[in-house]
């Protein structure tokens, strides 16, 4: 899954395979010439109240100056042609100049801004844009803070750690740039520029579908080379296999699209014979139905019928949602194009493209890398005329247009260390003010991985912080933890691996300098990319004022103290609960569950005193264990605090 802007980017970054020589940096082509690093330019935001440290490459033995707000210092260059300055720390303020000097070069960075800078990470609902989000429209026209700017780093990979990003630049929040802005990192932005008042930069590295384990160094992992040379084997042997497989499946391997022809739709063409296609599930991404490792196009087709008042009155579509990119026909009529995975497919078919009786429908689906095609609830992919809808009358066919393997590889955002290596080495010089982080979905596949979770995260934050040479001492480290996602439970779980991956992150509270973000009820049963991200942002921001800040604010919702059991009642004390608990839904408060020593659990009856909870259950006489919210998609939250915010997963049990 890649947006249609960072595939583009991507096939110019990565390199051709893993096990290849690591990528060249380009200082090392530019042998001698005055470089910084690009993280550097113009709009930059650079860490108040901490060196402003610059650095980068010249000829050997070079003496290269830095200069910024009339202070300045020298280095001389290196054997590898490497220097480094540290400039006296700044208070909050700008525009400024940050000039670079060696001989008569010169390279002149305009309009940087001295503020707090935040890093940006984690999977794709870090990476999901501004213009996704709820309100996009109102949110990008009313953009407008040149004080607020985002530097986004460009998803690549490598085998060894790189000394410089791929690209990327610098730019201030307006109606032209901040619908591609991450929209977690800008609503809490944002929320951080009403209240702090500071310039506020973000370095957005994310990577969607990436796990933890990727975002770390190999030293975090404790690999040794042959180690690191088993994984890299065991990736070229996988890809081998999957190549071997398609081919079998396919025929052939085309690496150019035969159903696209000059601009022409061919594959599109309503009397096209398609009987050679392959029968296809939809919705279903391809992955799980035999194509498995495929990138590149495929097309699929099917026809539905239409009386002759429909096709005069015109008729909408749902595709569901489509990975990544589709252009969408209907009787060779070009009716609808989306980019992005996370968008849903809705195109409304004028009379012009219909007819009655049969009508084609092709879509060709282009995918970047991981998960590919049509997919979503079934209900989301119809034929809707006069407010009625209905499912296609199928069935679909597929065809694969083009394969790109090799590329970029698969599965190589879980491969790791490698994204560490590329997005995240070359910045660890740089001051910062903290990390805000989003992500996890993809460790939660099953109990094991998110149990494993709890010691890959305390293990990232702990590396990060080491390794971070540009935070000496550390830096504050934010987290969302996962929202409710998938079907309400008709029972109560006995295990859930949504919620042992949330019980893994808010175990690295124990950790110092470290908040969590609750987003229990922000989520989506049926979408993993919940459009809602300004409560997120919002959340992450008030951890930020408390932990950073120093404000007298409410960052937490309520979290569990204390129970006690009396006959068939738990009553359950909680902290963050000052003025006492809130039921937003006025009756029953939804999410609890207890169990006896049988551990066989039920759904609770839950009733607010105070700040306290009392929950029972006549099937349970003897409860001995109560959880809530504690299941991979929650109903009936409906327990918060006066400020405002969810009360936390939590479970008594260990079972």
């Known amino acids: ?54 650095w980068g490459w010249a000829a050997p033995g070079a003496t290269v100056r830095a200069s910024i707000a009339g202070r300045s210092a ?59 989000a709820t309100h996009a429209q109102a949110e990008i026209a009313s953009a407008g803070d040149t004080r607020l700017r985002e530097f986004t780093v460009p998803e690549s990979w490598s085998d060894q750690p790189q000394d410089d990003v791929v690209g990327g630049t610098w730019e201030s929040a307006n109606p032209h740039t901040v619908g591609h802005f991450s929209a977690v990192a800008y609503f809490f932005a944002r929320e951080l520029r009403r209240s702090v008042g500071v310039p506020i930069g973000i370095i957005h590295t994310s990577w969607g579908g990436s796990n933890v384990e990727t975002w770390m160094s ?14 890299q084997q065991r990736e070229r042997d996988r890809d081998e296999a999957q190549r071997q497989t398609l081919l079998t499946r396919i025929g052939s391997l085309p690496e150019v699209d035969p159903g696209m022809v000059e601009g022409r739709a061919v594959w599109a063409a309503p009397g096209l014979d398609d009987s050679g296609w392959a029968p296809i599930s939809v919705p279903g991404l391809w ?16 026809a539905f019928n239409l009386t002759e008042d429909e096709a005069r009155r015109g008729v909408t579509t749902g595709l569901g949602m489509i990975d990544d990119n589709d252009i969408t026909w209907i009787n060779g009529v070009e009716v609808g194009r989306t980019e992005g995975y996370t968008r849903p497919r809705t195109y409304a078919v004028p009379a012009s493209a219909l007819r009655a009786g049969r009508n084609v429908l092709a879509v060709r689906v282009e995918d970047g ?27 679909w066919k597929f065809r694969v247009g083009r394969v ?88 109560p779980p006995a295990t859930a691996g949504w919620a042992i991956l949330r019980e893994s992150q808010q175990a690295a509270l124990t950790l110092p300098a470290t908040g969590q973000a609750v987003t229990i009820d922000v989520g989506e049963a049926g979408d993993i990319h919940p459009r809602n991200k300004h409560d997120v942002g919002r959340r992450m921001a008030l951890v930020a004022r408390r932990l950073v800040y120093g404000q007298p604010v409410e960052s937490s919702g309520p979290t569990y103290r204390r129970h006690t059991v009396d006959g068939n009642r738990v009553t359950i004390e909680f902290d963050h609960a000052r003025g006492g608990l809130v039921n937003r839904g006025g009756g029953q408060v939804g999410g609890f569950a207890i169990a006896g020593a049988d551990r066989r659990w039920v759904w609770a009856t839950a009733r607010v005193e105070g700040n306290r909870v009392v929950v029972w259950s006549d099937a349970v006489r003897n ?5 809530y919210a ?26």
């Open 74 to 132: 020298s280095a001389t260059a290196d054997a590898g042609g490497r220097w480094e300055v540290a400039l006296p720390a700044l208070s909050a303020g700008g525009p400024y100049e940050l000039a670079v000097r060696q001989g008569t070069n010169r390279i002149t960075l305009r309009d940087v801004l001295v503020g707090d800078v935040w890093v940006a990470s984690g999977q794709s609902n870090m990476e999901f844009h501004v213009d996704q």
């Open 404 to 491: 790109r393997m090799g590329e970029d590889g698969q599965r190589i955002n879980k491969i790791p260390t490698v994204l560490y290596n590329r997005m995240i080495h070359p910045l660890l010089q740089l001051p910062i003010r903290g990390v805000i982080w989003y992500q996890g979905e993809s460790n939660a596949n099953n109990d094991q991985q998110a149990a494993a979770y709890r010691t890959a995260f305390a293990g990232l934050i702990t590396s990060w912080r080491r390794e971070w040479t540009g935070a000496p001492g550390g830096f504050p480290f934010i987290w969302a933890q996962l929202p409710n996602f998938g079907a309400a439970d008709s029972v």
């Open 1 to 54: 899954m890649v947006s249609w802007r960072l595939a583009r980017t991507r096939s110019i970054a990565l390199a051709a395979a893993l096990g290849v020589a690591a990528i060249t940096s380009a200082h090392a082509q530019e042998s001698g010439a005055l470089r910084l690093p690009k993280i550097f330019g113009d709009g930059m935001v650079v860490q108040r109240g901490a060196p402003v440290t610059v």
């Open 630 to 655: 504690w299941n991979n998609g929650p109903v009936g939250l409906t327990l918060y605090n006066r400020g405002g915010l969810p009360a936390a997963p939590f479970r008594t049990d260990r079972w």
């Open 218 to 231: 190999r030293q975090a992992h404790g690999l040794t080379s042959a180690q690191w040379a088993a994984i």
């Open 369 to 395: 890398t991981g998960g590919g095609g049509i997919y979503g609830a079934p209900e989301t992919v119809f034929i809707e005329s006069g407010g009625a809808r209905r499912p296609f009358e199928g069935p």
């Open 623 to 627: 409860p001995v264990a109560v959880r």
């Open 287 to 302: 992955e799980g139905q035999g194509y498995e490792g495929l990138d590149g196009v495929a097309w699929y087709r099917t």
